[in-house]
């Protein structure tokens, strides 16, 4: 089985009004990366960086109020602030919508498990999943999964605490990888509409052609 723990911290997480019926979880996994791997880019630093995926090409988008950095080569991305500096929030943005995504985070001082931080999940549509208080765990990687029949858009995390609450930042956000969401494949109300469409599409074709001949 894939996932070895379901967390503790998806029983915190608070749907925003605008995103019931939306229902992500998050999960401890030390399994091996997903199909997208998120490399560099050679995208080196700024406050909004692309980066791209391997082994499959694709774009993501990561951004920050504060500077961070992934280097100036293509290996596999790690976001940093500049310098000694940490930064306080990241948003990882794929071109594609994704039902996966699977990332280590360093706390202030590397592994400082006891930290916890705030995770946003924006689902493809607008509606949002606020996680609070997810606690950083020992070592191990964390997969955001979303709910049956979601996609995720992008996810944002922020506010990095210390076991006695104090505001603290991120060191590191790396070993980023997800899986697309599969195309969309239209309902059966939807079929009939592109099947009625045609139809209409191939009787005025005739029409048009009577008429050529009649004239």
Wanted: a neutral charge.
């Amino acid at each position: 089985m894939r996932f070895s723990l379901l967390y503790a911290a998806a029983a915190l997480a608070a749907l925003a009004p605008a995103g019931i019926g939306h229902a992500a979880t998050i999960v401890l996994n030390n399994g091996s990366p997903y199909t997208y791997k998120v490399h560099a880019n050679s995208a080196g630093s700024g406050t909004s960086l692309t980066l791209h995926t391997k082994q499959i090409q694709s774009l993501v988008k990561v951004s920050s109020s504060d500077m961070i950095d992934v280097g100036n080569g293509d290996g596999e991305a790690q976001v940093t602030g500049i310098g000694h500096f940490d930064f306080s929030d990241v948003t990882i943005d794929p071109a594609l919508g994704f039902t996966i995504m699977q990332f280590k985070i360093d706390g202030p001082n590397g592994n400082t498990p006891g930290h916890d931080f705030d995770l946003l999940v924006t689902f493809v549509g607008g509606a949002t999943q606020t996680f609070s208080n997810v606690l950083l765990p020992a070592n191990d990687k964390l997969d955001i999964v979303a709910g049956m029949n979601e996609v995720i858009d992008k996810i944002t995390f922020s506010d990095m605490r210390s076991a006695a609450g104090a505001a603290q930042q991120f060191r590191a956000l790396k070993q980023i990888s997800f899986e697309a969401a599969a195309p969309a494949v239209p309902e059966p109300a939807t079929w009939a509409m592109m099947i009625g469409g045609l139809g209409l599409v191939g009787a005025a074709a005739r029409r048009r052609r009577v008429a050529f001949r009649t004239a």
